[in-house]
């Protein structure tokens, strides 16, 4: 599979041979959905709580008794059809939202979502980026001149200070390492720009 190279002005400079295994796999919907789904779960905290009918504040003698008031009968104003009384399956924050992966499915799925950009020519492949300092106004000037203004994902091998510091205050760009990237930010992104050892770094993971 050969992929286009361009350098720091946007020119195509070179062609990269990079695996088959990676960048020209079938697109399977049904997995990447799958393994999309099961990053952004296994992202989740439990941090949400309710009440059960046991721990909600309230009288505990009877409302009214038991018989000869014409209304339905009722023991507590904590009971969970009453406003105000408690959930019958309350969210506790122990709630475990994880789902399991397994390794061979994240590499089928990271496969196929970089054959998927490959394809669209959403996928661009650069020899090298580097930012001379730590100014924003230098890196969305570079992104201009390469043609790649907007949503854009920036992978490198390794993280550049001035790359990560010049791109904090763009809202529509995110820089990562070739070993902190997901499958949720590779298809959320129009584009990818990937540094040509970070191509490398990506067949050495899940090549």
């Known amino acids: 599979m050969e992929l ?4 720091e002005q946007g020119q195509e400079a070179t062609k990269l041979q990079a695996s088959d295994l990676l960048f020209g796999r079938d697109f ?5 959905h799958q393994v999309v789904v099961a990053y952004q779960a296994n992202a989740r905290s439990g941090d949400r709580q309710q009440k059960d009918r046991s721990e909600v504040r309230h009288t505990t003698s009877k409302p009214w ?20 009384g408690g959930r019958i399956f309350p969210n506790s924050p122990e709630d475990n939202f994880s789902q399991k992966v397994n390794r061979k499915m994240f590499r089928a799925a990271m496969a196929a ?15 090298g980026l580097s930012i001379d300092a730590p100014k924003t106004k230098l890196f969305a ?4 001149g390469m043609g790649l203004e907007g949503n854009l994902l920036v992978i490198t091998d390794a993280m550049d200070e001035n790359l990560y510091l010049s791109s904090r205050n ?6 990562l390492e070739a070993q902190e990237a997901d499958p949720l930010s590779l298809v959320r992104f129009a584009k990818v720009l990937v540094t040509k050892n970070a191509v490398a770094k990506f067949e050495e993971m899940w090549g």
């Not at 399977?28 to 990447?32: D, I, Q, R, W, Y």
């Open 170 to 175: 763009l809202p529509n760009v995110l820089v």
């Open 28 to 32: 399977n919907e049904a997995l990447v």
């Open 141 to 144: 000037e570079k992104l201009k």
């Open 4 to 7: 286009k190279v361009i350098n």
């Open 113 to 127: 979502i970089l054959s998927e950009l490959a394809r669209q020519d959403r996928l661009v492949v650069i020899d």
């Open 65 to 84: 008794r038991q018989k000869g008031t014409g209304r339905a009968r009722a023991g507590s104003n904590g009971s969970p059809l009453w406003r105000g």
